[in-house]
């Protein structure tokens, strides 16, 4: 594949200039896209001993080191890189990711309010900012930046998801459902928003219309267990008392 190819392009690099510290950080991203993460932090490391103050690289070494679930590391590298760039919107935005994954969200929202401040189009950060927000519990802030990340990105369907989401927990349930509809319009096989798609029906009383939801989002991951509980629910309010069984028998089984 392309990315195997780029791997020995970037080896072949090294191999001629081993003192080559963007060749090395971008063998890193080679192998982070590959999924090899260890490899990757190593690349990184080894860019960053030979250009200590390469802050892309500092910034690569955190993303590699938050998908291996070294939260604090990979903050202490996005500080790094901020220390060196600190008009870096990336990793202020990366910083807020790890922040946001140690559950300082407090923390999580500067970080995110700096990137924004470097970049205001950024409309993913945008809606992690509104993911924070919600998770302090400031729906009304997290629905205005869902909206502005939309603004910036209008087929963001992740960002229509969480608007649907701070709707949904501020019981404005049609326009939940309005946000839900637009981010499956944009990503059709979106099990978890079909899912709680299905939940804004049901708390409208729409019983049928919830059960089809559920079903969708079945189909698109059978080992859905919220879903299957859902669709339980769903047959348990309607008297289907063996569907019901069925369903959460399923659900236990995945």
């Known amino acids: 594949g392309r990315l195997e190819d780029a791997e020995a392009s970037y080896r072949q690099a090294i191999a ?11 063998l890193g991203n080679a192998l982070q896209d590959l999924d090899r993460l260890e ?15 390469f802050a892309e690289a500092h910034n690569n070494l955190g993303v590699a080191l938050q998908d291996l679930s070294r939260l604090e590391d990979a903050e202490a590298s996005y500080r790094q890189a901020i220390a060196l760039k600190p008009d870096f919107a990336e990793a202020h935005s990366n910083l807020g990711n790890a922040l946001k994954g140690l559950d300082r969200l407090e923390d999580a929202e500067a970080s995110y309010k700096q990137a924004i401040t470097l970049k205001p189009d950024y409309a993913e950060v945008h809606s992690n900012l509104g993911i924070a927000l ?3 519990g400031r729906l009304e802030d997290a629905e205005a930046s869902y909206r502005q990340a939309i603004a910036f990105k209008p ?32 990503k059709p096989d979106y099990a978890e928003v079909h899912s709680n798609l299905g939940i804004a029906l049901k708390d409208l009383g729409r019983l049928e219309e919830a059960e089809a939801s559920y079903r969708q989002a079945i189909a698109l991951k059978p080992d859905f267990v919220q879903a299957h509980s859902n669709l339980g629910f769903i047959f348990q309010e309607q008297g289907r008392i063996d569907e019901s069984e069925a369903s959460y028998r399923r659900m236990l089984e995945v």
């Open 16 to 26: 001629l200039k081993p003192d080559y510290a963007e060749a090395h950080s971008n």
């Open 39 to 53: 490899e990757a932090q190593a690349s990184f490391r080894q860019a960053i001993v030979l250009k200590p103050d």
């Open 134 to 136: 919600k998770d302090l």
């Open 155 to 186: 087929d963001f369907a992740e960002a229509h998801s969480n608007l649907g989401n701070a709707l949904k927990e501020l019981d404005r349930l049609e326009d939940a459902e309005a946000s839900y509809k637009q981010a499956i319009t944009l």
